[in-house]
């Protein structure tokens, strides 16, 4: 089994913990022969499958046995196999970006790529399909902005919220939001001019 020995190679020189899909393996064989390669290395119990097409080199603990991959590790897998973008969800941001004290109860990302929920042990991680603003600037402080002023709405982004943006942005962040202001419609627009002005009103 030539494509499985390669996959596992590759696997192995990647460690513990690793998280891949068919599209990492697109070098190896043909699409069929890695899907049943994967297949069968789970089967086997030499990789793990963690969800429909999703597959990991488990990490284990001494005391709890194999570890489930992180959210993140996941996410990003999936995004890869389907050449998309991800991007943390509007109210992980604004939890980041110290905006909101609510911690999501869910684990979810914003992409340009399909919407899709993963099944990660008893976690489900949820990729949602969304629109060009959302996705201007993904995965940076700056893109994180706008998601997280868009979960608060005009009428939570108050001159708090503006003002402590304006602090913890720095400068790369606001010149990637100066870049991408011309396509940011109404109040968000004005909301981003405020942030990068350092200003902590919406004018």
């Known amino acids: 089994m030539p494509v499985a020995s390669s996959i596992l190679r590759r696997v192995n020189g990647r460690g513990r913990g ?3 899909t068919a599209q990492d393996f697109i070098d190896v064989g043909s699409r069929d022969a890695v899907d049943q390669a994967l297949a069968r290395l789970a089967r086997a ?9 999703v597959y990991d ?7 709890v046995g194999p570890m489930w991959p992180s959210a993140d590790a996941v996410a990003q897998a999936v995004a890869k196999q389907t050449d998309s973008h ?3 969800s509007g109210a992980a941001a604004a939890n980041a970006l110290g905006l909101s004290t609510q911690v999501p109860a869910q684990v979810e990302y914003l992409t340009d790529g399909p919407s899709r929920n993963i099944h990660v042990g008893k976690l489900l991680v949820q990729l949602k399909h969304a629109g060009r603003v959302d996705m201007l600037l993904p995965q940076s402080r700056a893109g994180m902005a706008i998601v997280a002023l868009r979960h608060l709405g005009r009428n939570a982004a108050s001159m708090s919220v503006l003002q402590r943006l304006a602090t913890t942005l720095d400068s790369a962040d606001k010149k990637q939001l100066s870049r991408v202001r011309p396509r940011l419609p109404g109040w968000l627009g ?7 002005a350092g200003a902590p009103a919406l004018g």
């Open 18 to 20: 690793a998280v891949f």
């Open 45 to 53: 119990g030499q990789i793990r499958r963690v969800d429909r097409g």
């Open 57 to 63: 080199l488990p990490r284990t603990h001494p005391k």
């Open 86 to 88: 991800l991007q943390v």
């Open 190 to 196: 004005s909301a981003v001019d405020a942030v990068i």
